[in-house]
């Protein structure tokens, strides 16, 4: 980490070609495991732009009606269909835990240990009621007769793309829970303030494996803003 | 000691102010997309709004969220460059589905 040098380099573009052809490390002032984090990330885009593409294919080239998403996924409150709802819902408690990971972040390098905790913890309940939600929503789908092959509302294609992409999603969201309650733990252990050596790994613990654990996070988020836009409200 | 001052000041946090700003701007554009369908907004409209609210919470949470305003050029041109592909990939699958969707209807409903 040589932050005080890097105040010395050029930035902006010429920065860029500096660092690149600095014959050291190219990615300075960024921590090698966010790199990881970032390039599979980068390699999760492409996955799941594949997937998204292929939905874009899949519905442009039916010649049957594509369902109506807005009545499909409209919940019933008070014998009044309200459409969308559990979706509008589902995505304000997906940005609400993407805000709190990201305060999360800010106080752990701040070293503010209790409050990093249960902004972790915060988060992880979020994603927990998401995933909830979406248990309740599939399972809705499933007693409408939507299936992998067939659907009462429209093109065959639907409940394909719909479990797809939603599932694929959904296990992105589950595991990014299960990684929020060990760090959680981790955090209120004191395992970073003390550079507490890992379990797998004999390396000390640093408050950038939260910053890492973020891009995960915030990354969630992310794909759900294209799944909400394409899959949802197009 | 010397070691944990090298540390916090490798990483420099952000004011409290840019995260409660950003959070609230993702809510409302968020409220804004939900609206789109709620009025019923058809066409060309719609599309665009769609795509202009995604793009604009994209960006809001990669850029701040991510922390990839801060990052420097290196490290965002690897992440950003390779979305091309993905651009150049939709193009060709719109193509290929408007020629499917050709053959489906030249076939299926007036025989080829």
Redesign the interface.
Known sequence: MSDNKLDNLPGGFEGMSHDMGSDQTAFKGAQWGKVMMWIFLLSDTFIFSCFLISYMKGRTSTVVDWPNTSEVFSLHVGGVPVPLLLIAIMTFVLITSSGTMALAVKYGYERNRKMCGWLILATAIGGLTFVGMQVFEWSKLIHEGVRPWENPFGAKQFGSFFFMITGFHGTHVSIGVIFLFIYARKVFRGDFDNAKRGFFTTMKSDYVAIEILGLYWHFVDLVWVFIFAFFYLW | MDEIQ?????????K?GV?LW??GL??VL?FF??L???F?FQGLL??SL??I??FL??GL??A????LYW?????V???LW??TA?VG??VL??A???Y??FT??LY??IGG
Do not use: C, G, N
């Not at chain 2, 990052?71 to 490290?75: F, G, M, P, S």
């Open positions: 090298k540390k916090e000041q490798a990483t420099s946090t952000h409290l995260y950003i959070w993702l809510f968020s997309s939900y789109v369908d709620w019923q719609r599309h769609i795509l609210f995604m919470k994209a949470i990669m701040f969220f991510m922390h990052e420097r050029y290196a490290l041109s690897v992440l390779p979305m993905v990939f939709i699958m719109a290929e589905a408007k499917t969707v489906r209807l299926f409903f």
